[in-house]
């Protein structure tokens, strides 16, 4: 930190600058009382920084907590810090267009209103979803109920529902540690996961887009309201594009560049995001839109004012991805491995004295152990590490070889002395996994998360780190969120439907099922297959004339209805009808809640 331009109050003023008015209180519920969203939880953080959080992480959670409506500039406006994200409203000839309409409809539908107070009872007259994450579009119910232009990026509606449905379940129990659900809200707690504060919990929404962009320059007009876009797939989403407003000089950068440096792989789990590409997507975007906007804002943070500044901006943020992805593959072609080139890869000085490319959301290290990963994989090409024995039976092993578990305790502690909490963290990880029940170690292993917690810059590692001492002293925190909502069941195609039951069959259990069964979707003139062989649920569209075990006539409604459990009322059925329950006898159920820091 003594490195920082501490003095520097430029983002201070930005984060204010065009100010309206809050939501007071803060607070926003559902219609039977229960609260999504709670803004006014950290307004602790107007103290001093205090011991149990890092300096630049108070700072970078003091810059999110503030909200309200703000004036971007003429005729484009935001809500912000009523949810992860942000909500512009861009004025038009009879309305507003919305662009990324939270995630929760409730804290879209308190946004618009805070809006309208100030703005007029402007009618919605088009919502343009910037990218597939949950927190651009989830709350889009909350402002329309559908009839207008909904602008996506091509590929919208594949990855926005998918996302949530293959590794649904484990993504949102690894969410809890993310945003550190359970944790009071304190000093000592949550202060915020870099890109805002928290993610909302109320009602998730999706209604399909009315228009794909399909490339870079594409022009579209809503509400006299005219667009230019550039792609950017690949980037920090699979479908992403970032959008100049040319008649209002105001260029909207998505989640591309924000006021952190941002994941390559989220911590909560996701497909490894393309350093190379994103760093190009935004040299592009320099050349597209350099000198045609006076101001840049996202989808998270403060927008940044100023041709000069814009240009700054960008470049930086392009050359934080660029190094990090052309270094990582430098020391890769070295012998290095992901863990070694984490320890030794520094960012440039002038990157590091810019507070935006500060590791507030992802972070350098797990950056470069993601880029790794996307090029060579898990393996560090060492043979011991190619048939290690799983987690707990290494436990047991380690602390035997250690001379039992108050041997690994005594070395712990020792450790811990000399502040190498590190290590002392994965010597006492094995002594929790093998045995559960060793109440010192797990007693001594929360209070090492509590302090490498307290010590991390970065808001997630925070957030992990205090949530595994949470869950050492209070056991596993209960699952309180769906995966997904009806409006992304019903927004996935016929075959990621039948994908979603594929990977809940349990292999085993299946080795001697064989079965098929042909659904006639009558409502979309399609038919399609799935045949049960050696474990494996296989789909086929279109199949040959050769007879099923069990035709089944319904609309992709009813198949929907058929994975969320309602049953097959009104499903018109041939065959032998105890096929269905054969298969549906070898489908798993996930586990909400699994064990993260016990074996």
Same mark, same amino acid.
């Given at each position: 930190m003594a490195d920082l331009p501490l003095h520097d109050q430029g983002d201070f003023a930005d984060a204010d600058r065009g100010f309206i008015a809050k939501l007071s209180p803060a607070v926003v519920r559902t219609a039977d009382g229960r609260v999504v969203w709670d803004g006014d939880s950290y307004d602790f953080l107007q103290e001093d920084c205090p011991e149990t959080a890092h300096p630049g992480l108070w700072r970078q959670s003091r810059l999110c907590a503030r909200q309200g409506l703000y004036e971007v500039t003429s005729g484009v406006y935001q809500v912000r810090g009523l949810d992860l994200s942000n909500m512009t409203l861009v004025e038009g000839d009879r309305g507003v267009v919305v662009i990324d309409p939270l995630i929760s409809t409730e804290c879209a539908a308190a946004a618009l209103k805070l809006y309208r107070a100030h703005r007029g009872d402007r009618p919605v007259t088009g919502v343009i979803y910037t990218h597939t994450h949950v927190d651009h579009f989830g709350g889009v119910r909350g402002v329309t109920d559908g009839g207008v232009p909904i602008l996506a !990026?091509?590929? /919208?509606?594949e990855h926005a529902a998918s996302e949530r449905v293959y590794a649904g379940h484990a993504m949102t129990r690894r969410a809890v540690y993310l945003y550190g659900r359970a944790l009071p809200r304190s000093p000592e707690g949550q202060i915020g996961c870099g890109l805002g504060m928290t993610a909302s919990t109320g009602t998730v929404s999706l209604i399909p887009p009315t228009l794909d962009l399909t490339r870079t320059g594409q022009e579209e007009t809503v509400d006299g309201i005219r667009m230019i876009f550039q792609l950017t797939p690949g980037a920090q989403a699979p479908a992403e594009? #970032? +959008? +100049? +407003?040319p008649d209002r000089r105001a260029l909207c950068l998505a989640e591309n560049a924000t006021h952190n440096q941002h994941n390559l792989l989220s911590l909560r789990g996701a497909v490894v995001r393309d350093a190379r590409a994103w760093a190009r997507y935004l040299t592009e975007a320099v050349s597209l839109f350099a000198g045609r906007a006076d101001v840049a804002f996202a989808s998270h943070h403060w927008p940044t004012w100023g041709g000069e500044a814009i240009v %700054? /901006? +960008?470049e930086q943020q392009r050359d934080m991805y660029a190094y990090l992805h052309d270094q990582t593959l430098r020391l890769i072609n070295k012998g290095l491995t992901g863990p070694e080139i984490a320890e030794a890869l520094h960012m440039p000085p002038q990157l590091e004295q810019a507070w935006h490319t500060h590791g507030y959301h992802g972070a350098v290290s797990h950056n470069v152990k993601a880029v790794y990963q996307r090029y060579l994989g898990w393996f560090d090409g060492n043979p011991a590490h190619l048939w290690e024995h799983p987690p707990r039976e290494s436990a047991? %092993?380690?602390v035997e070889c250690l001379g039992g578990a108050a041997g690994v305790v005594a070395f712990a502690r020792r450790y811990i002395d000399e502040n190498d909490l590190r290590f002392a963290a994965q010597l006492l990880n094995h002594a929790v996994f093998a045995d559960e029940g060793n109440k010192e170690a797990r007693d001594l292993l929360a209070e090492v998360y509590t302090r490498l917690g307290h010590g991390a810059e970065n808001a997630t590692w925070r #957030? /992990?780190? $205090?949530m595994g001492a949470l869950e050492l002293a209070d056991g596993i925190v209960p699952a309180t969120m769906d995966? =997904?909502? !009806?409006? $992304? $069941?019903?927004a996935l195609s016929v075959e990621q439907i039948f994908d979603s039951i594929a990977i809940r069959v349990d292999g085993p259990r299946a080795w001697h099922e064989r079965l098929a069964i042909d659904w006639h979707l009558t409502d979309l003139g399609e038919r399609h297959r =799935? =045949?049960?062989c050696n474990g494996v649920l296989v789909q086929q569209r279109n199949p040959g004339d050769d007879a099923a075990d069990l035709t089944l006539r319904l609309t992709k409604e009813q198949l929907v209805g058929l994975l969320a459990g309602k049953g097959v009322e009104g499903v018109e059925r041939e065959g032998n009808t105890a096929v269905l329950q054969r298969l549906v006898a070898v489908l798993d159920r996930p586990v909400p809640d699994f064990a993260i820091v016990t074996a």
């Amino acid at each position: 930190m003594a490195d920082l331009p501490l003095h520097d109050q430029g983002d201070f003023a930005d984060a204010d600058r065009g100010f309206i008015a809050k939501l007071s209180p803060a607070v926003v519920r559902t219609a039977d009382g229960r609260v999504v969203w709670d803004g006014d939880s950290y307004d602790f953080l107007q103290e001093d920084c205090p011991e149990t959080a890092h300096p630049g992480l108070w700072r970078q959670s003091r810059l999110c907590a503030r909200q309200g409506l703000y004036e971007v500039t003429s005729g484009v406006y935001q809500v912000r810090g009523l949810d992860l994200s942000n909500m512009t409203l861009v004025e038009g000839d009879r309305g507003v267009v919305v662009i990324d309409p939270l995630i929760s409809t409730e804290c879209a539908a308190a946004a618009l209103k805070l809006y309208r107070a100030h703005r007029g009872d402007r009618p919605v007259t088009g919502v343009i979803y910037t990218h597939t994450h949950v927190d651009h579009f989830g709350g889009v119910r909350g402002v329309t109920d559908g009839g207008v232009p909904i602008l996506a !990026p091509a590929g /919208f509606l594949e990855h926005a529902a998918s996302e949530r449905v293959y590794a649904g379940h484990a993504m949102t129990r690894r969410a809890v540690y993310l945003y550190g659900r359970a944790l009071p809200r304190s000093p000592e707690g949550q202060i915020g996961c870099g890109l805002g504060m928290t993610a909302s919990t109320g009602t998730v929404s999706l209604i399909p887009p009315t228009l794909d962009l399909t490339r870079t320059g594409q022009e579209e007009t809503v509400d006299g309201i005219r667009m230019i876009f550039q792609l950017t797939p690949g980037a920090q989403a699979p479908a992403e594009m #970032n +959008l +100049l +407003l040319p008649d209002r000089r105001a260029l909207c950068l998505a989640e591309n560049a924000t006021h952190n440096q941002h994941n390559l792989l989220s911590l909560r789990g996701a497909v490894v995001r393309d350093a190379r590409a994103w760093a190009r997507y935004l040299t592009e975007a320099v050349s597209l839109f350099a000198g045609r906007a006076d101001v840049a804002f996202a989808s998270h943070h403060w927008p940044t004012w100023g041709g000069e500044a814009i240009v %700054r /901006f +960008l470049e930086q943020q392009r050359d934080m991805y660029a190094y990090l992805h052309d270094q990582t593959l430098r020391l890769i072609n070295k012998g290095l491995t992901g863990p070694e080139i984490a320890e030794a890869l520094h960012m440039p000085p002038q990157l590091e004295q810019a507070w935006h490319t500060h590791g507030y959301h992802g972070a350098v290290s797990h950056n470069v152990k993601a880029v790794y990963q996307r090029y060579l994989g898990w393996f560090d090409g060492n043979p011991a590490h190619l048939w290690e024995h799983p987690p707990r039976e290494s436990a047991i %092993r380690y602390v035997e070889c250690l001379g039992g578990a108050a041997g690994v305790v005594a070395f712990a502690r020792r450790y811990i002395d000399e502040n190498d909490l590190r290590f002392a963290a994965q010597l006492l990880n094995h002594a929790v996994f093998a045995d559960e029940g060793n109440k010192e170690a797990r007693d001594l292993l929360a209070e090492v998360y509590t302090r490498l917690g307290h010590g991390a810059e970065n808001a997630t590692w925070r #957030n /992990f780190y $205090l949530m595994g001492a949470l869950e050492l002293a209070d056991g596993i925190v209960p699952a309180t969120m769906d995966v =997904t909502s !009806p409006d $992304l $069941l019903a927004a996935l195609s016929v075959e990621q439907i039948f994908d979603s039951i594929a990977i809940r069959v349990d292999g085993p259990r299946a080795w001697h099922e064989r079965l098929a069964i042909d659904w006639h979707l009558t409502d979309l003139g399609e038919r399609h297959r =799935t =045949t049960l062989c050696n474990g494996v649920l296989v789909q086929q569209r279109n199949p040959g004339d050769d007879a099923a075990d069990l035709t089944l006539r319904l609309t992709k409604e009813q198949l929907v209805g058929l994975l969320a459990g309602k049953g097959v009322e009104g499903v018109e059925r041939e065959g032998n009808t105890a096929v269905l329950q054969r298969l549906v006898a070898v489908l798993d159920r996930p586990v909400p809640d699994f064990a993260i820091v016990t074996a």
